[in-house]
């Protein structure tokens, strides 16, 4: 079942083409790395994928719903996490949790019993009552991507999440992520890090606005006669004509 569905995208600002004519699609569960280098337009796809961004052209839709049309319906649908994290840090941990919950339209008798199943399952109980700018980044990062899926949304998008943090705690949240796509929700996700691509079923690498390669990693590692995802990406990325 395809959750994410992209046909000719394209977003330009005047004469600049920042997403050219981009189409894939995701399946439901998939956890699918959206690659590519600075300024090669994956993170104007992600926000046109997320209602944020009206297309120049094509068509797109997210679970079930088109990107344009009823770009509000997306936005119920998807969780989204940044790299900037969005929690609150004047706040507790549990306060953050009852916040998010609210704005994503959660039973108000359902949340506290939610809150405490998810602080329980992160091992988090005796850090409730802690202000979130107290926590170690790590913690910081499994809490926001739990916030993002607070609401159990079809798809989260995680853009960039991992930047900054040490392997470990990335290890972590990469186990995070794969209990969320057992789950049943698609993770649509950036990085920098070649070696997460790995952990990916399949990967699309961008260059100057197009999609130029999209497959497992040990396909794309066959056909570019690679070792690792990092030297497919270099390969690619060497394509690049735009700064």
Not at 2 to 22: C, H, M, P, W, Y
Not at 89 to 116: F, Q, S, T
Not at 172 to 193: C, K, M, N, P
Request: hydrophobic share 40%.
């Amino acid at each position: 079942m395809k959750v994410i569905e992209s046909e000719n995208l394209t977003k330009r600002f005047g004469q600049f083409t920042a997403v050219d004519n981009i189409s894939f699609a995701v399946e439901k569960g998939e956890i699918f790395g959206f690659l590519g280098a600075n300024g090669a337009g994956k993170t104007t796809a992600m926000r046109m994928l997320c209602g944020l961004s009206k297309p120049t052209s094509g068509k797109g839709t997210v679970s079930g719903f088109d990107i344009e049309k009823q770009s509000e319906e997306v936005k119920k649908n998807i969780g989204y996490m940044s790299q900037k994290f969005a929690l609150y840090e004047d706040l507790k941990v549990w306060e953050n949790l009852r916040l998010y919950g609210g704005i994503y339209g959660i039973e108000k008798k359902a949340i506290g019993p939610k809150i405490d199943a998810l602080l329980h399952q992160l091992g988090f109980e005796s850090e409730k009552n802690t202000m979130v700018k107290s926590l170690p980044l790590g913690w910081k990062q499994k809490l926001a991507f739990s916030a993002a899926i607070f609401h159990e949304p079809k798809i989260v998008f995680l853009d960039e999440p991992t930047g900054g943090v040490d392997p470990a705690a990335r290890r972590q949240f990469w186990e995070l992520i794969y209990d969320a796509s057992d789950r049943g929700i698609t993770v649509f996700v950036t990085t920098h890090y070649m070696d997460e691509a790995e952990y990916c079923n399949r990967v699309s690498i961008m260059v100057d606005g197009r999609i130029e390669a999209l497959d497992s990693p040990k396909n794309l590692k066959k056909q570019f006669e690679a070792e690792n995802m990092d030297h497919v990406f270099h390969q690619l990325a060497r394509r690049a004509k735009r700064n």
